[in-house]
């Protein structure tokens, strides 16, 4: 019977259809072509390579479950696997996807007005605009309703006072979708890039994502049209549901660096001698390579299962929630012990377990940390908030 494919060890591969494997191998060409080569020195350089906007847009990974306005239209399946293989060049590129595609293009798609939609995602799937998505703040992430954001209402016009941190693309967007507080609850607008009183900055010296950029967005006094607001995003919980979406896609990105990393440590063991023999033959490392797979699996089947269910619309949010912390602690301990491996080598940049290991501390971070997601699945199990 031969052994199973330690990157794919219940063969999940076998479950997808004609059209999705078409998806995930022409994803994974690209980012074996087009991402492994140069992101190591972007890491490196603190540089998002902007050069592979126009190349992610031609592949139809913009936006990629939406049906019509120039996207591909595609299951949530197969947009996992496309986050899959992103991430597995790199968790940077992945956000970078996303966030145009999950928090941009969703949020657009979903409360947008039809004038908004037909002006917006055409240009967003084409990649000839890119997008962002401010929510959090710098007095606490985790509690977004007490963001300090405002809108006000002057007439047929907003003006919007304020600032967001930690924005992903956020001094490369030409658009921001941006959460602030009305009279009437939470509302979304569409920001542009050169409004007056929008300003951005970009953070430097971060240890991990070290290849996105990131920023922090002020806005003093900035005037938008009532047609900049989405009219359907009324209240926190619409920009919880496009960070749902996001989270799915977070689910499936963790395995694709988890499987970057068992690959390299399993060519490395292969060809390390230590003590008269291949370090692969001995008993620690093969358990702990079982131990790695053990818990890819568990996290491809999830991925898997949860794409089930979003493709019939049950995935409920404390799944999706488990999904999202379970698969990238998973990764993220994968990803150390696998730098272990290494050894020394294991520290530099010329191995990638090590970057995956670092940028998988902001994706343990972000869209909702570790805890947060522990305390919604824990509200599940009891039906009580402690937060
Ligand atoms: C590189 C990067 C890119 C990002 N991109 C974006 C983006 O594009 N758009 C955007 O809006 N945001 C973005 N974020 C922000 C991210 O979503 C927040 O950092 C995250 O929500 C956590 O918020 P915080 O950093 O303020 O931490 P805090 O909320 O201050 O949390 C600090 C600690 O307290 C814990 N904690 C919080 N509440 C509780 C509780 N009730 N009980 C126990 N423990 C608790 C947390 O788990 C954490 O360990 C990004 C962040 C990073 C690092």
Redesign the pocket.
């Known amino acids: 019977m031969g052994s199973p494919d330690p990157l794919d060890f219940y063969a999940v591969g076998a479950l997808l259809s004609d059209d999705e494997r078409l998806v995930r191998d022409t994803v994974a060409r690209f980012v074996d072509r087009e991402v492994t080569p140069i992101i190591a020195e972007c890491f490196a350089a603190e540089r998002f390579p902007v050069e592979l906007v126009p190349r992610l847009a031609e592949l139809g990974l913009f936006g990629a479950t939406i049906r019509g306005y120039g996207c591909a239209g595609l299951g949530y399946t197969a947009y996992g696997l496309i986050c899959e293989e992103l991430e597995r060049g790199d968790s940077s590129v992945r956000?970078c996807v996303s966030?145009q595609s999950s928090?941009v293009m969703g949020a657009i798609h979903q409360f947008g007005s039809e004038e908004q939609r037909s002006h917006w995602l055409p240009e967003l799937a084409r990649g000839a605009k890119l997008g962002?998505?401010?929510?959090?703040?710098?007095?606490?992430?985790?509690?977004?309703a007490r963001m300090r954001t405002r809108a006000r209402r002057h007439g047929g016009d907003w003006t919007l006072d304020g600032a967001?941190?930690?924005?992903?693309?956020?001094a490369l967007a030409d658009v921001a979708v941006v959460?602030a507080m009305t009279d009437d609850g939470v509302n979304a607008f569409l920001v542009e890039r050169g409004a007056s009183g929008f300003e951005s900055r970009v953070?430097k010296n971060?240890m991990?994502?070290r290849a996105?950029s990131?920023a922090e967005l002020a806005f003093t006094d900035v005037r938008v049209p009532e047609s900049a607001r989405l009219p359907e995003a009324n209240g926190l919980k619409a920009a919880l549901q496009c960070l749902d979406e996001a989270r799915f896609g977070i689910a499936w990105g963790a395995c694709g660096a988890a499987r970057d990393c068992i690959d390299t440590a399993l060519r490395y063991t292969e060809s390390r001698e230590l003590f008269g023999r291949p370090l692969n033959q001995t008993q620690l490392i093969q358990t702990r390579l079982a131990d790695a797979v053990r818990k890819l699996a568990g996290a491809q089947l999830v991925a898997w299962r949860l794409a089930q269910l979003k493709e019939r619309g049950a995935a409920m949010n404390a799944q999706v929630s488990l999904a999202k912390w379970s698969n990238v602690r998973a990764a993220l301990d994968i990803a150390r012990d696998c730098r272990d491996m290494l050894g020394a080598a294991g520290i530099t940049l010329d191995h990638s377990p090590m970057r995956h290991m670092l940028n998988l501390e902001?994706v343990i971070?972000?869209?909702?940390?570790?805890?947060?997601h522990e305390?919604i699945v824990g509200r599940a199990l009891t039906g009580q908030s402690?937060?």
């Open positions: 956000s966030v928090l962002c998505f401010a929510l959090t703040e710098s007095h606490g992430g985790s509690d977004p967001k941190h930690w924005i992903t693309n956020g959460w953070i971060k991990s994502l996105s990131t902001t971070t972000y869209e909702g940390t570790q805890s947060i305390l402690a937060f």
